[in-house]
């Protein structure tokens, strides 16, 4: 949701449809409604509750007043990064940048070993990101997430649309201009393509997004619902929700359309798919058991098993790239909360304490985005410490964060 409500847009999905009422009126709801290996003479730095200390020193070169600022910006947005402009720091990293090029180079002073250095070539602004990625990975062993792309929804216009932004909130593009409603926007693991639900014929249908030629295509248009869908770790396959056969169920279906294969079935809710990262198996949302509670699922089909999360709503389910914990949505008190469900010992954790809905992680498994109050934060799941992510617009909801 683009602002704070006291409904999720899953809740809102699962009253309506236990009213039964017809595909039209679905629509009148609705409107309510990147990493390079540490050389063996290099420190490993357990990042947990302190951040490691890097000296970023003056870059040289025609731009290089403007890429140091985005490598600093980026780097203390990791959360795990003090950034210095000198002294003693545990690492210093510098650059020379040239015309369409950045040549970086780390020292870890502690460990007193030869310098990493890399060239870098593109556009300013991606190979600053690329270093900063690159000076995260040897100075705190977690993999940066600069180079990342968010999708996300604003009715900054008045309308739900879709758009696209760097994670720093800048190059922000609206993808659709179709004065209606669009939702749900899903990465392809390629970064090439974006799924997403829209209303612009007047049901809930999935269109696919390439990128690349700034092209879409309706894939899912089933009578009924048609939403959430969520791309394969192949992106071959998409998972969604589809009700053409009655209540809305888990599908599995071809990227390029096809015919829909069932994964549940029972007489609830089933909505919100994501994949585990092997592809085997789906978490999803349901109502089978009453309350809105989290579902495993074999993406063969079979039995599904509940996640317990020992919250009465839990909705949303987002899986995280190394297969180890799921975040999630928990209404807790009335207010929803991000949650984090941890798998080997099938634990679950509040992670947010003043509200957050449709968390979405980054590559590293350890930092997630999410929205609350019409705005956009990331998250270090570990600390707990959140950054804001401005980017020009207003009620801006449902982040998915490229891979």
């Given at each position: 949701?683009?602002?704070?409500?006291?409904?999720?847009?899953s809740?809102?999905?699962?009253?309506?449809?236990g009213?039964?009422?017809?595909r039209?009126?679905?629509?009148v709801l609705?409107?309510?409604l990147?990493a390079?290996?540490?050389?063996?003479?290099?420190?490993?730095v357990?990042?947990?509750?302190g951040?490691?200390?890097?000296?970023?020193?003056?870059?040289?070169?025609?731009e290089?007043?403007?890429?140091?600022?985005?490598?600093?910006?980026d780097?203390?947005r990791t959360l795990?990064?003090?950034?210095?402009?000198?002294?003693?720091?545990?690492?210093?990293a510098?650059?020379?940048?040239?015309?369409?090029?950045?040549t970086?180079?780390?020292?870890?002073?502690?460990?007193?070993?030869?310098?990493?250095e890399?060239?870098?070539?593109?556009?300013?602004r991606?190979?600053?990101?690329?270093?900063?990625d690159?000076?995260t990975q040897q100075?705190t062993?977690?993999?940066?997430?600069?180079?990342?792309r968010?999708?996300?929804?604003?009715q900054?216009?008045?309308?739900?649309?879709?758009?696209?932004?760097?994670?720093?909130?800048?190059?922000?593009?609206r993808?659709t201009?179709d004065?209606s409603?669009?939702?749900?926007?899903r990465w392809?693991?390629?970064g090439?393509?974006?799924?997403y639900?829209s209303?612009?014929s007047?049901?809930?249908?999935?269109?696919?997004?390439?990128?690349?030629?700034r092209?879409r295509?309706r894939?899912?248009?089933?009578?009924g619902i048609?939403?959430?869908?969520?791309?394969?770790?192949?992106?071959?396959t998409?998972?969604?929700?589809?009700?053409?056969?009655?209540n809305?169920?888990?599908?599995?279906?071809?990227?390029?359309?096809?015919?829909?294969r069932?994964l549940?079935?029972n007489?609830?809710?089933?909505?919100s798919?994501?994949?585990?990262?092997?592809?085997?198996?789906?978490?999803?949302?349901?109502?089978?058991?009453?309350?809105?509670?989290?579902f495993?699922?074999?993406?063969?089909?079979?039995?599904?098993?509940?996640?317990?999360t020992?919250?009465?709503?839990?909705?949303?389910p987002?899986?995280s790239?190394?297969?180890?914990r799921?975040?999630?949505?928990?209404?807790?008190?009335g207010?929803?909360?991000?949650?984090m469900?941890e798998?080997?010992?099938?634990?679950?954790?509040l992670?947010?304490?003043?509200g957050?809905?449709?968390?979405?992680?980054?590559?590293?498994s350890?930092?997630?985005?999410?929205?609350h109050?019409?705005s956009?934060?990331?998250?270090?799941?570990?600390?707990?410490?959140?950054?804001?992510?401005?980017?020009?617009l207003s009620?801006?909801?449902?982040?998915?964060?490229?891979?």
């Amino acid at each position: 949701m683009c602002q704070k409500s006291s409904r999720s847009p899953s809740a809102w999905c699962i009253d309506w449809i236990g009213s039964g009422r017809s595909r039209a009126a679905l629509g009148v709801l609705f409107v309510l409604l990147w990493a390079l290996p540490l050389p063996p003479s290099w420190s490993q730095v357990e990042v947990t509750g302190g951040k490691v200390g890097v000296a970023l020193l003056p870059f040289t070169g025609p731009e290089a007043a403007k890429a140091h600022a985005i490598v600093s910006a980026d780097l203390a947005r990791t959360l795990l990064i003090q950034v210095a402009s000198g002294g003693r720091e545990h690492f210093e990293a510098t650059a020379a940048v040239g015309s369409g090029s950045l040549t970086g180079r780390i020292v870890d002073r502690l460990q007193k070993g030869p310098p990493m250095e890399r060239t870098f070539d593109g556009d300013l602004r991606t190979i600053a990101h690329q270093f900063a990625d690159m000076i995260t990975q040897q100075a705190t062993g977690v993999s940066g997430f600069a180079t990342s792309r968010i999708a996300f929804i604003s009715q900054d216009t008045g309308f739900k649309e879709l758009y696209i932004m760097d994670i720093d909130g800048a190059n922000v593009q609206r993808l659709t201009a179709d004065r209606s409603i669009s939702a749900h926007p899903r990465w392809s693991r390629d970064g090439a393509l974006l799924a997403y639900t829209s209303y612009r014929s007047g049901y809930p249908d999935v269109f696919i997004v390439k990128l690349g030629k700034r092209t879409r295509s309706r894939v899912a248009f089933f009578p009924g619902i048609n939403s959430g869908a969520a791309f394969s770790p192949d992106d071959l396959t998409l998972a969604l929700t589809l009700s053409k056969d009655g209540n809305p169920e888990i599908y599995l279906m071809p990227v390029e359309g096809g015919i829909p294969r069932r994964l549940t079935h029972n007489r609830a809710t089933n909505t919100s798919p994501s994949w585990s990262p092997d592809g085997k198996e789906i978490v999803y949302t349901s109502d089978e058991r009453g309350s809105v509670q989290l579902f495993v699922i074999s993406a063969q089909g079979g039995s599904a098993r509940r996640l317990l999360t020992g919250t009465a709503y839990s909705s949303e389910p987002d899986w995280s790239s190394d297969g180890k914990r799921i975040a999630y949505v928990a209404r807790i008190s009335g207010e929803f909360q991000v949650g984090m469900y941890e798998l080997s010992s099938a634990t679950a954790t509040l992670l947010s304490s003043g509200g957050g809905e449709d968390p979405s992680w980054t590559r590293n498994s350890r930092h997630l985005v999410f929205a609350h109050g019409g705005s956009l934060y990331l998250m270090d799941s570990v600390t707990k410490q959140i950054v804001a992510l401005p980017n020009g617009l207003s009620r801006c909801s449902e982040p998915s964060v490229s891979p």
